[in-house]
T-cell receptor, first 114, second 115 residues
Framework: GDSVTQMEGPVTLSEEAFLTINCTYTATGYPSLFWYVQYPGEGLQLLLKATKADDKGSNKGFEATYRKETTSFHLEKGSVQVSDSAVYFCALSPRTSGTYKYIFGTGTRLKVLA | DSGVTQTPKHLITATGQRVTLRCSPRSGDLSVYWYQQSLDQGLQFLIQ???????AKGNILERFSAQQFPDLHSELNLSSLELGDSALYFC??????????????FGPGTRLTVL
C-alpha cells in the first residue's frame, strides 16, 4: 500500500545551519505531496505542497521538490532559526477516487539551538 | 488559526467509558477528516465525511464511530474506551472530497487521556 518514510529524529542544529529532512514515498500513480509542521501544543499547519513531478513547493524559506524518479520530497532550508523548532511531517494524498485522505510519515523533530 | 475548531481541548476519562469529540470545519469546507496521533502509531487516518456522507474509512476501530451533521460539524464517538485509546485526535477540513488534490486544514486537536 501507499506509505511515507521520513528520517528519524531528533535533528539538532545550530542557528543558521542548513537543514535537510529526507522523505521518500511509495504510491501507485501520482500522489500529491505535502509538508506539515507541528509546533509544540498546536495542530498541524501546511508548510508547502507539490502536486506533480518536478514541482517545487516553497514557503517561509523552506523548499521541497517532487522527484518522481527517486520518489522523494526532501525538505530543505538554507538557514534555520530557533523559531523553526517543531515536528515536521511529510504526507501524501493518493489520487484515489472518492477520497483525498492523507498518509503521514512518522514525523521528524527539529531542535534549533541559539 | 486554521479556522477549524475542536472541543474539548482536553478530556480525561476512565476505561470502559464513552466520549464524544466535536469538530467544526472552516466556513465553506464540505469535507471533514479525523486523525489519531499516538506515540506508537504516529498520525493515522480514521474516517472522512463529505457533505454528511461517509466517504472513506481508514484504521478506525469498530468501537469508534463518526457522523457529519447538516450544519457540517462532525462528531467522533469513542466507546468502551481502553488505555490504548489515549491519543491526540485531530480533525481536518477541506473544500472538496475528490477530483483534485486539496489542502487539508487541521484543528488544534483534542487530547484524550484514558485512565
Amino acid at each position: 500500500g501507499d506509505s511515507v518514510t521520513q528520517m528519524e529524529g531528533p535533528v539538532t542544529l545550530s542557528e543558521e545551519a542548513f537543514l535537510t529532512i529526507n522523505c521518500t514515498y511509495t504510491a501507485t500513480g501520482y500522489p500529491s505531496l505535502f509538508w506539515y509542521v507541528q509546533y509544540p501544543g498546536e495542530g498541524l499547519q501546511l508548510l508547502l505542497k507539490a502536486t506533480k513531478a518536478d514541482d517545487k513547493g516553497s514557503n517561509k524559506g523552506f523548499e521541497a521538490t517532487y522527484r518522481k524518479e527517486t520518489t522523494s520530497f526532501h525538505l530543505e532550508k538554507g538557514s534555520v532559526q530557533v523559531s523553526d523548532s517543531a515536528v515536521y511531517f511529510c504526507a501524501l494524498s493518493p489520487r484515489t477516487s472518492g477520497t483525498y485522505k492523507y498518509i503521514f510519515g512518522t514525523g521528524t523533530r527539529l531542535k534549533v539551538l541559539a | 488559526d486554521s479556522g477549524v475548531t475542536q472541543t474539548p481541548k482536553h478530556l480525561i476519562t476512565a476505561t470502559g467509558q464513552r466520549v464524544t469529540l466535536r469538530c467544526s470545519p472552516r466556513s465553506g469546507d464540505l469535507s471533514v477528516y479525523w486523525y489519531q496521533q499516538s506515540l506508537d502509531q504516529g498520525l493515522q487516518f480514521l474516517i472522512q465525511y463529505y457533505n454528511g456522507e461517509e466517504r472513506a474509512k481508514g484504521n478506525i476501530l469498530e468501537r469508534f464511530s463518526a457522523q457529519q451533521f447538516p450544519d457540517l460539524h462532525s462528531e467522533l464517538n469513542l466507546s468502551s474506551l481502553e488505555l490504548g485509546d489515549s491519543a491526540l485526535y485531530f480533525c481536518a477540513s477541506s473544500v472538496v472530497a475528490s477530483g483534485s488534490p486539496d489542502t487539508q486544514y487541521f484543528g488544534p486537536g483534542t487530547r484524550l487521556t484514558v485512565l
